[in-house]
């Protein structure tokens, strides 16, 4: 009597001792109670469930091997011995080892338990063959009946696969399930983007009379994606406010995400207003949104209210910040942000690390790109990639030794590395590189074989090129073949391109954009729309190239009525998806057939401007004669942090020769080096040369000619003979008609 008092006082000291123990995680601690077990000797006596606890201790503390040992020298053990050998081995990755222990389990004449086969299924690494197995033997032993846990674990499992037609039948065939089963089954349908069966499902789970928790929310939010689906997450947003969700972060920080994937920005920014306790998901969202839509100020303005209120940024905030700078292209807002990232200690991490080397690479500051990719402490393929498309947009040969350091640090480039090496590469290059593509498995891969194709093209190996067509039995896949037809279009063999497309049996969105700019570039202006109409009745959708074409077109044809006509198709299929290119061109378009209102109002609506837009408006204000706005909304683009180029001085230049700004015209050809940077070229000479004889400023002009770097070209000579002429400058005739 007084022995099984004594036992059963240790025991209760032992529990008491593992209640402290799985409190503190602490490896020494566990190893002690693991002696102070092993001293009172490993007995049948001892419970199983002091083992079981240690052993989980163990697992916790990441000591598998231990675990492991553990296990071994039990004397006896139970499911839950075995369930936890398989959870410790699922959650470190090591699915055969947790099968076996599974297989041992049962040939030990155990039966599984609901926990022990729902963590086989959730192992990432399990395949398909062998949760099929899992599945036809839970339904052998009743297991998939029993509760919903089981079905629940097989609908994440064939997820995770993309078998969503058996989840759903799996889900069909459940006859217990719970929220949780409602919530996966609603989410795997949400992130496969079918919206109209997750609100559905949605639908019968309230009907269904559940308590709603805010994972209820997650799966039918996930399936929203554009401006057609806002009318339904209006109704969920309602929906939400009567169920008393308001005050749960989560789900508002949902609503904010779908009103701007949804593209109701304005929505988004009133929902954000109304969280009362805004975390890190908050803000972060809606600074993604305004970063895509209203430029870096608004979002580093927005950022800055974020510190303000004690929210911490994380790597997502400065990727948003730092993309909306990069598609600007404006280097010092990217600075100032960068400035931040290194405040917060952010500059080695690499997902950062790469946005600003990108940043700063498609900005040409291949030094500051350097920079940032040797502060990433733990660097990717996506670095390495980020560093070497920089320099290979540059033509620089650095790309090709990047590739080289690439591979000697160990790391495996990708295809994304090999399409932007091949880009810079030349002739002899080139060869070594297609070598390398052979050697590793890349040689039919989609992308790889098309940047092959353009580099040989580029180098002038056009019949090394064309061999790729021959090789094939022009069978050649679709981007290869659209890489065929692009070299035919960009060599001025429209003819070709046509005639290498036509016998295509299915042409992609990329061949009929390929196929409408040929037919633009030899002037068929009739034939571009009607082989836009036979690519709508083959039921292919333009794109913004698409688009683009069509409008040139129209700019071409100085045809306002057919341009508008476009323009009300665009804004009919959906304007929204016009990106800042399309927009730019339509601009254009506009300024060239004479309707400058439409222009200025294209891009006041624009959120995104380039430097493009910029240049397209002072050209469009320049043509049709309105001269100080063009130099006012040049000195507003300046100050808005936009450097010039030399595209953007011919407009402004333009510009001042039909107002006759003489001073203005050449105030900005000095600043143009002195302050930019930017080597005048021939255009510019002959703007600021014909500037300033038609204002009576011969002489002037004649010692711009004297100092061209280069000699002048027929057009310069003939403005400053027609000046002379004007001016009575009988010397200044005599040189003029010497040279033109």
């Known amino acids: 009597m007084s022995f099984h008092g004594g036992s059963l006082k240790h025991q209760t000291r032992l529990l008491q001792l593992l209640h402290a123990c799985s409190r503190v995680r602490s490896l020494s601690a566990t190893k002690a109670l693991h002696a102070l077990s092993i001293t009172t000797g490993l007995s049948r006596k001892q419970p199983i469930f002091v083992y079981n606890n240690i052993m989980s201790q163990y697992f916790s503390l990441g000591e598998i091997v231990v675990a492991r040992k553990l296990f071994d020298r039990m004397p006896l053990r139970n499911v839950v011995s075995y369930n936890i050998m398989i959870s410790a081995y699922n959650t470190s990755g090591y699915v055969e080892e947790a099968w076996k222990m599974f297989y041992e389990m049962r040939v030990s004449g155990f039966e599984p338990s609901q926990y022990g086969v729902s963590r086989l299924l959730s192992c990432v690494s399990l395949d398909v063959y062998l949760g099929v197995q899992l599945h036809s033997l839970v339904i052998k032993n009743g297991l998939f009946d029993c509760d919903a846990f089981v079905g629940t674990s097989l609908l994440g499992f064939y997820g995770r696969h993309g078998l969503l037609e058996e989840a759903v039948w799996t889900f069909q065939d459940m006859p217990c399930r719970s929220l949780v089963t409602w919530n996966s089954m609603i989410s795997l349908?949400?992130?496969?983007?079918?919206?109209?069966?997750?609100?559905?499902?949605?639908?019968?789970?309230?009907?269904?009379?559940?308590?709603?928790?805010?994972?209820?929310?997650?799966?039918?939010?996930?399936?929203?994606?554009?401006?057609?689906?806002?009318?339904?997450?209006?109704?969920?947003?309602?929906?939400?406010?009567?169920?008393?969700?308001?005050?749960?972060?989560?789900?508002?920080?949902?609503?904010?995400?779908?009103?701007?994937?949804?593209?109701?920005?304005?929505?988004?920014?009133?929902?954000?207003?109304?969280?009362?306790?805004?975390?890190?998901?908050?803000?972060?969202?809606?600074?993604?949104?305004?970063?895509?839509?209203?430029?870096?100020?608004?979002?580093?303005?927005?950022?800055?209210?974020?510190?303000?209120?004690?929210?911490?940024?994380?790597?997502?905030?400065?990727?948003?910040?730092?993309?909306?700078?990069?598609?600007?292209?404006?280097?010092?807002?990217?600075?100032?942000?960068?400035?931040?990232?290194?405040?917060?200690?952010?500059?080695?991490?690499?997902?950062?690390?790469?946005?600003?080397?990108?940043?700063?690479?498609?900005?040409?500051?291949?030094?500051?790109?350097?920079?940032?990719?040797?502060?990433?402490?733990?660097?990717?393929?996506?670095?390495?990639?980020?560093?070497?498309?920089?320099?290979?947009?540059?033509?620089?040969?650095?790309?090709?030794?990047?590739?080289?350091?690439?591979?000697?640090?160990?790391?495996?480039?990708?295809?994304?590395?090999?399409?932007?090496?091949?880009?810079?590469?030349?002739?002899?290059?080139?060869?070594?590189?297609?070598?390398?593509?052979?050697?590793?498995?890349f040689e039919q891969h989609y992308f790889v074989l098309s940047s092959l194709i353009m580099s040989y093209a580029k180098n002038g190996l056009i019949s090394d090129a064309l061999v790729f067509v021959t090789a094939s039995d022009g069978l050649l896949p679709d981007v290869p073949s659209n890489a065929i037809a692009g070299i035919y279009n960009r060599t001025g063999q429209y003819y070709e391109t046509l005639r290498f497309l036509c016998p295509l049996e299915e042409l992609d969105i990329v061949s009929w954009n390929i196929m409408i700019a040929a037919l633009g570039r030899v002037g068929y202006y009739k034939e571009v729309f009607e082989l836009f109409q036979q690519m709508h009745l083959n039921q292919v959708w333009p794109d913004n190239y698409t688009f683009v074409s069509l409008l040139s077109v129209c700019a071409k044809l100085c045809d306002l009525a057919l341009g508008s006509s476009l323009h009300a198709y665009i804004i009919k299929t959906d304007f929204s998806s016009c990106d800042t290119f399309a927009c730019n061109v339509l601009l254009d378009m506009y300024g060239k057939c004479g309707s400058i209102e439409s222009s200025v109002k294209i891009f006041d609506e624009m959120r995104c401007k380039n430097l493009i837009t910029w240049t397209a408006l002072i050209s469009a204000l320049g043509v049709n004669g309105y001269v100080h706005k063009a130099l006012e909304r040049f000195r507003e683009m300046i100050l808005l942090g936009f450097k010039p180029d030399g595209v953007a001085f011919t407009a402004v230049l333009t510009a001042c020769r039909h107002g006759g700004l003489g001073r203005d015209g050449l105030e900005l050809f000095r600043q143009m080096t002195s302050d930019?940077?930017?080597?005048?070229?021939?255009?510019?000479?002959?703007?600021v040369v014909d500037l300033l004889v038609k204002v009576g400023h011969v002489t002037e002009a004649g010692n711009i000619i004297s100092s061209m770097p280069f000699p002048p070209n027929m057009i310069i000579w003939r403005c400053f003979l027609e000046g002379c002429k004007s001016n009575g400058n009988a010397t200044d005739v005599d040189q003029a008609v010497a040279h033109a």
């Open 189 to 441: 349908l949400g992130n496969h983007g079918f919206l109209e069966n997750c609100v559905y499902l949605f639908r019968e789970l309230v009907r269904m009379d559940f308590d709603l928790s805010q994972g209820s929310f997650v799966g039918v939010f996930s399936a929203f994606s554009c401006s057609q689906d806002l009318e339904c997450g209006e109704h969920l947003h309602a929906f939400v406010i009567k169920k008393g969700f308001t005050g749960e972060n989560l789900v508002m920080n949902l609503l904010i995400n779908m009103y701007v994937k949804c593209t109701a920005i304005c929505s988004a920014e009133k929902i954000f207003k109304e969280v009362q306790y805004k975390d890190v998901v908050s803000w972060n969202t809606i600074i993604g949104a305004i970063a895509k839509i209203g430029g870096p100020k608004n979002a580093v303005e927005l950022f800055s209210q974020m510190s303000m209120a004690g929210v911490m940024p994380t790597e997502v905030t400065f990727v948003s910040l730092i993309n909306c700078c990069r598609s600007l292209e404006i280097p010092i807002s990217g600075e100032s942000v960068h400035a931040k990232i290194i405040q917060h200690a952010y500059e080695s991490n690499v997902i950062v690390g790469s946005v600003l080397v990108d940043f700063y690479a498609k900005c040409d500051n291949l030094k500051a790109a350097h920079r940032c990719f040797y502060e990433i402490c733990e660097k990717n393929v996506v670095s390495w990639n980020a560093l070497i498309s920089g320099y290979s947009n540059s033509y620089s040969p650095t790309s090709i030794l990047l590739l080289q350091e690439m591979l000697h640090s160990g790391y495996r480039p990708n295809e994304f590395s090999f399409s932007a090496v091949l880009k810079s590469s030349l002739a002899l290059e080139l060869q070594q590189l297609h070598c390398l593509v052979v050697r590793m498995g």
């Open 676 to 687: 930019y940077g930017v080597e005048p070229k021939m255009d510019h000479y002959q703007c």
